[in-house]
């Protein structure tokens, strides 16, 4: 079946929408005929966006939400299930960045990646996924990992720690759904992008002038914005990740990068070598 098949006529739900592979993921549910639930704590963001999917045609609802508010995300699933309908796609994407050597991370800090990009992904998976089990009707769940979930960088510690986190966290749910009897309807994936375009790197937080090596991490900053130059736009890659989720695929990757950085982890754990600087 074709993405347009197996997803049409059905509500999405996409936590970090208003911008980045969220956006791009938003955008291409509602080219294919789903009802788009953007949420995200940037207010001005998805409701220009549920604008423009409403302008070219599509149904979109905006509500503003705060994935490290467990509360919020029940309510948020309360409301779609009473006022839109019956969740075809969780989307758990909300995340940000972070750049300092880990002992250099403000605590405020690390605390907001551990807040968002994993407590967020549980919360969203606790407040949704049992109202989707309720019914036999097919339904799918991805996570937002990242090619940092299979690698290791320095200066990005936080970052990349959560990306692992939600990495592993994809693939127990993946068995706890099997162990519980819902595989033949509930399909968990983790979705792993490379470089995709977005305000990540800027938004990221970094280290305290008076307590840290803030050349370095803004030095790591600047890196990583020069791989942003030769990013991925987010259509084409929430395309890929379409396409790939209906052909049954476990890891949705955006890239031939990610499959790459994946075997090279494989190799460096099976080999047990020592992580080194590239």
């Not at 939400?65 to 969780?90: F, S, T």
């Not at 959560?162 to 968990?188: R, Y």
């Not at 992008?193 to 900053?221: M, T």
Request: glycine share 8%; aromatic share 6%.
């Amino acid at each position: 079946m074709s993405a347009r098949e197996t997803f049409s006529g059905g509500v999405a739900v996409i936590t970090g929408a208003g911008a980045g592979i969220g956006a791009g993921l938003a955008r291409y549910a509602s080219s294919l005929g789903m009802t788009v639930v953007l949420a995200d704590i940037d207010a001005i963001a998805i409701a220009a966006l549920r604008d423009e999917l409403c302008a070219a045609g599509g149904t979109a609802v905006d509500s503003v939400c705060d994935v490290r508010d467990p509360e919020a995300l029940g309510e948020l699933a309360d409301r779609v299930y009473r006022d839109v309908g019956r969740v075809r796609l969780l989307v758990n994407n909300a995340g940000v960045e972070q750049f300092g050597y880990l002992w250099d991370t403000p605590i405020d800090n690390w605390r907001r990646v551990v807040e968002i990009n994993i407590s967020g992904v549980f919360f969203g998976v606790r407040a949704f996924l049992p109202k989707m089990m309720a019914t036999d009707e097919q339904a799918w769940v991805w996570n937002l990992s990242s090619v940092g979930g299979v690698v290791a960088i320095p200066l990005q510690a936080p970052y990349i720690m959560s990306k692992h986190a939600v990495l592993a966290l994809t693939e127990c749910l993946h068995l706890d759904v099997q162990s519980a009897g819902h595989d033949h309807h509930i399909h968990v994936q983790a979705v792993l992008p490379g470089a995709v375009l977005s305000n990540i790197f800027e938004s990221a937080g970094g280290v305290d002038s008076n307590a840290g090596d803030v050349a370095a991490a803004e030095a790591q900053r600047l890196a990583m914005l020069d791989i942003k130059a030769a990013a991925m736009d987010p259509l084409a890659a929430a395309e890929t990740v379409f396409e790939q989720a209906v052909e049954g695929r476990f890891y949705l990757l955006t890239q031939q990068s990610v499959a790459s950085a994946m075997a090279d982890r494989a190799n460096v754990l099976a080999a047990q070598r020592s992580p080194a600087l590239k």
